[in-house]
């Protein structure tokens, strides 16, 4: 059986603490895109840990607004915010571990929530901006196909780094398709109850 997780706060909490630190909208949208990104597959790979899931993604970039300028710094920050509202160890840990990239005094993703925010949280965020640009403004009816090209297009949401993407592929060990098809199927399970995923990414 799968080792339970404790946030150490509930997600009303968490949201609480994100909304007090993020002013932008684009922001919290963002960590409510990869809170939901990461409740969908934790009830493929660990249901008993679906709420950590989500609050891991919800609270991922809780400092990146107000410290956007210190990359390396990155979940640094955020790690006394998140211990004075309660939260554990694991939390932080989870967290820290998405921009081991920046910084690799950071742990590295080990647990498949951890490679799994690693490898969705920036192409939650391409997908997002190319979304966008498509009539529907709809991610219903985006496919694999057209994510590759955007993928492809260096200059389509420059600041998305498609080398954590790619890395975040192969610690899963899943071709990046596959990876962008079950990215596409995890924001399609709860786009329904979103109007449109503009607001979100119109400064992609």
Same mark, same amino acid.
């Given at each position: +059986?799968?080792?339970?997780?404790?946030?150490? +706060?509930?997600?009303? =909490?968490?949201?609480?603490?994100?909304?007090?630190?993020?002013?932008?909208?684009? $922001?919290?949208?963002?960590?409510?895109? *990869?809170?939901?990104? +990461?409740?969908?597959?934790?009830?493929?790979?660990?249901?008993?840990?679906?709420?950590?899931?989500?609050?891991?993604?919800?609270?991922?970039?809780?400092?990146? #607004?107000? $410290?956007?300028?210190?990359?390396?710094?990155?979940?640094?920050?955020?790690?006394?915010?998140?211990?004075?509202?309660?939260?554990?160890?694991?939390?932080?840990?989870?967290?820290?571990? $998405?921009? /081991?990239?920046?910084?690799?005094?950071?742990?590295?993703? =080990?647990?498949?929530?951890?490679?799994?925010?690693?490898?969705?949280?920036?192409?939650?965020?391409?997908?997002?901006?190319?979304?966008?640009?498509?009539?529907?403004? /709809?991610?219903?009816?985006?496919? *694999?196909?057209?994510?590759?090209?955007?993928?492809?297009?260096?200059?389509?949401?420059?600041? *998305?780094?498609?080398?954590?993407?790619? /890395?975040?592929? =192969?610690?899963?060990?899943?071709?990046?398709?596959?990876?962008?098809?079950?990215?596409?199927?995890? +924001?399609?399970?709860?786009?329904?109850?979103?109007?449109?995923?503009?607001?979100?990414?119109? #400064?992609?």
């Amino acid at each position: +059986m799968a080792e339970r997780l404790s946030a150490g +706060m509930t997600r009303d =909490e968490a949201f609480a603490l994100l909304t007090e630190h993020n002013k932008d909208a684009f $922001h919290i949208e963002h960590g409510e895109t *990869v809170e939901q990104t +990461m409740r969908y597959f934790a009830r493929e790979f660990d249901p008993e840990n679906e709420e950590f899931w989500g609050i891991v993604g919800l609270l991922h970039d809780l400092d990146w #607004e107000e $410290h956007d300028d210190e990359p390396a710094m990155h979940t640094l920050y955020a790690t006394p915010l998140i211990e004075a509202a309660g939260g554990t160890p694991e939390l932080v840990r989870a967290i820290q571990s $998405h921009t /081991s990239d920046f910084n690799p005094e950071l742990p590295k993703p =080990e647990l498949q929530m951890e490679k799994i925010l690693f490898a969705t949280e920036e192409l939650t965020g391409l997908i997002g901006a190319a979304i966008v640009m498509r009539p529907s403004k /709809s991610v219903m009816d985006f496919n *694999v196909k057209s994510l590759k090209k955007k993928f492809k297009d260096k200059r389509f949401a420059a600041g *998305v780094n498609r080398d954590v993407i790619r /890395s975040g592929a =192969e610690m899963l060990g899943w071709e990046l398709d596959e990876l962008f098809a079950r990215t596409i199927e995890a +924001m399609q399970s709860f786009a329904p109850d979103r109007d449109t995923f503009g607001k979100e990414n119109t #400064e992609a």
